[in-house]
């Protein structure tokens, strides 16, 4: 564990990121998946925030989420988690988006506009990370054929949220506000990568351009960049 005689929390607000001060050391540490959707909105966020960071890879496939280790750090074996120098940590990507962006360009200040921040990231939660990432992840691991009971729905509600952000994004570059924010990067992420699960995107001309606009924006990183410096663990 990393320990630091500072109890006051790592955000822009207070390490002045907007200018990409580094943070003192030792550094945030980023317990990551490098196919991960949830794990890359959380790596692009800090990389655009300018904020240096450790990372520790962990193959979900091989169970590295189920050691006592790191259930001794998040209870509920998921990444990505982050950790503090002093040793608190957080977890789920779109909580800690939230808590990374305050006081930055990425989140606004106005109440209403926060507010349907939060509405879009519940709605990539709800309603289009369960599909999209999931029939993904399907591919990814070879198990497709194991689920051909339920993909017609999951493929069906994926396109229904597809549609639903097309729609939103027809009238508009970004989901909130005129700038690109964390809704933006929690959509982002698996939106981009629709196809490796079978997806068309074909129907979305919305939705392609506005992938392409934030594909464009500074410090963009790809889903396979490992940015980061690697630490092994434990």
Not at 118 to 125: A, N, R, T, V
Not at 140 to 154: I, P
Not at 157 to 178: I, P, Q, T, Y
Request: include cysteine; proline fraction near 6%; glycine fraction near 6%.
């Amino acid at each position: 564990m990393f320990l630091t005689t500072s109890t006051t929390p790592v955000t822009l607000a207070n390490t002045k990121a907007q200018t990409a001060s580094p943070i003192p050391s030792p550094k945030l540490r980023l317990y990551d998946y490098g196919e991960s959707g949830n794990g890359y909105k959380v790596r692009l966020l800090l990389t655009q925030l300018g904020l240096s960071f450790e990372r520790v890879e962990l193959d979900i496939l091989q169970g590295q989420t189920r050691t006592p280790e790191f259930l001794a750090k998040n209870p509920n074996h998921r990444i990505p988690l982050l950790e503090w120098p002093d040793g608190r940590r957080l977890a789920e990507s779109d909580a800690i988006l939230f808590h990374l962006a305050q006081g930055s360009k990425f989140l606004s200040d106005d109440p209403w506009e926060r507010a349907e921040t939060l509405q879009w990231m519940f709605f990539e939660q709800y309603s289009h990370e369960p599909y999209i990432a999931v029939v993904r992840f399907w591919h990814f691991e070879g198990s497709v054929d194991n689920h051909r009971d339920e993909l017609a729905t999951r493929i069906e509600r994926g396109n229904h949220a597809l549609s639903v952000m097309d729609g939103h994004l027809a009238e508009r570059d970004w989901f909130v506000g005129n700038h690109y924010s964390i809704a933006d990067i929690a959509l982002y992420a698996y939106t981009h990568v629709a196809h490796e699960g079978g997806y068309d995107l074909s129907g979305q001309p919305a939705v392609r351009a506005w992938i392409e606009r934030v594909a464009k924006q500074p410090d963009h990183v790809c889903i396979d960049q490992r940015v980061g410096m690697p630490v092994d663990w434990p």
